[in-house]
DNA sequence: TGACCGACGTACCATCGGTACGTCAAGCGG
DNA sequence: CCGCTTGACGTACCGATGGTACGTCGGTCA
């Protein structure tokens, strides 16, 4: 049979991660109530707490969702370039940086993520999406030897703060040519690795 | 004439901030409630919406008190050098580290902050304090030739967010060595951009 | 077909941040 | 020294919030 428990099911969670994802983006975890997310959603708090643990797990998924579709456009742009290592690098960098300038990303996933799961939940949250890919990308790096061997974990942890602060910053501002202008200076620090 | 009431106002002042810091810093500002805060500093909520807005803008205090302790930490370490302005910078930005990675710091400053707030008013927060001299020291560097003329806005941006990412990385690891490991790569990024 | 279970709505609760108002003493002009 | 003002604070209370208990109804399956 189709399974109409499970239809049902996947299109009350659809529902809410959508409404709660259009929410949490546009005005902050704190400030969105449950009641307005399950009328947005078009059922009631129990079909809430039947699918999720509550609000912060909500949250959660929400999360996991928009670091997923910002690491799948790392990806794609990575795999756009060829086998250049280096190319890949910094295509993927690039991708990271523009998705994560969606205000409704840099607030989801940078503002309130490590706020609401805490640092470490949210770190983990990273690493299983674009950090690993950063990790990754720097790892190849090193091993075909474009870059001089060093611990690849912590100088991640650098640019990848380095890429979510220019991201953040870049969503606030209004400078047209702000993107331009850090991604030239992003590139400039990273070259100065090679 | 000591003046009664400002030293009973600022005693209660100083016991509502020391109080919220502890209890920020160590569960975070959505776990701790208005009541455990008034009843840990001796007074009733009536005091605390007499010298403060409210539980974001007593939040706001404690974040300033914090910041300016860094920014503090960050000068001295910076005046203890001579006037070799890459030494400045460096000593600062080894300070900032260290003082960043006490758990309490990063919690307050780091994770809570920007969702408390907003990312755009504790921005401006940085600004005022550790953030204004990481820009002062990129602009000396400039200046006096030893960094090649660049945007320092930018630059200050990407240090600023790497710093951050890195400190809260430090908080929470317990790798005894991490801090060097960490340093040695933040400092060979530094010196890459001379 | 009847027992079971998953999906969901309703009613309710404790607690939260925030407000209104009363009280009391310090300050201050006369 | 007196009386009025005002700042500092406590008490009682409010609406809203996240979360829970429980009832119901329809799909599922032996």
Redesign the interface.
């Known amino acids: 049979m189709a399974g109409v428990r499970i239809e049902q099911r996947e299109r009350t969670r659809r529902a809410l991660v959508e409404q709660a994802r259009a929410l949490f983006a546009t005005r902050?975890?704190?400030d969105v109530g449950l009641a307005e997310i399950v009328r947005a959603a078009g059922v009631t708090k129990g079909a809430l707490y039947h699918q999720f643990e509550g609000k912060a797990d909500l949250f959660r998924v929400v999360l996991a969702e928009v670091a997923a579709e910002v690491a799948d456009a790392v990806v794609a742009a990575a795999e756009a370039q060829g086998d250049d290592p280096w190319a890949q690098f910094t295509a993927g960098s690039r991708a990271f940086l523009e998705a994560s300038t969606d205000p409704a990303v840099?607030r989801i996933a940078l503002?309130?993520g490590?706020?609401?799961l805490?640092?470490?939940e949210w770190?983990a949250v990273d690493e299983a999406t674009s950090g690993r890919h950063l990790v990754e990308a720097l790892g190849t790096l090193v091993a075909r030897g474009v870059l001089a061997p060093?611990?690849v974990a912590?100088?991640a942890?650098?640019?990848?703060?380095?890429?979510?602060?220019?991201a953040?910053?870049l969503?606030?501002t209004d400078e047209p040519d702000?993107l331009e202008?850090?991604w030239?200076?992003?590139l400039?620090?990273m070259e100065?690795?090679r």
Not at 157 to 166: D, R, S
């Open positions: 902050g975890y704190g840099a503002v309130d490590p706020a609401v805490g640092w470490t770190r060093r611990p912590p100088l942890h650098l640019l990848g703060g380095a890429m979510n602060e220019a953040l910053w969503a606030v702000a202008r850090v030239g200076e992003l400039a620090m100065a690795l």
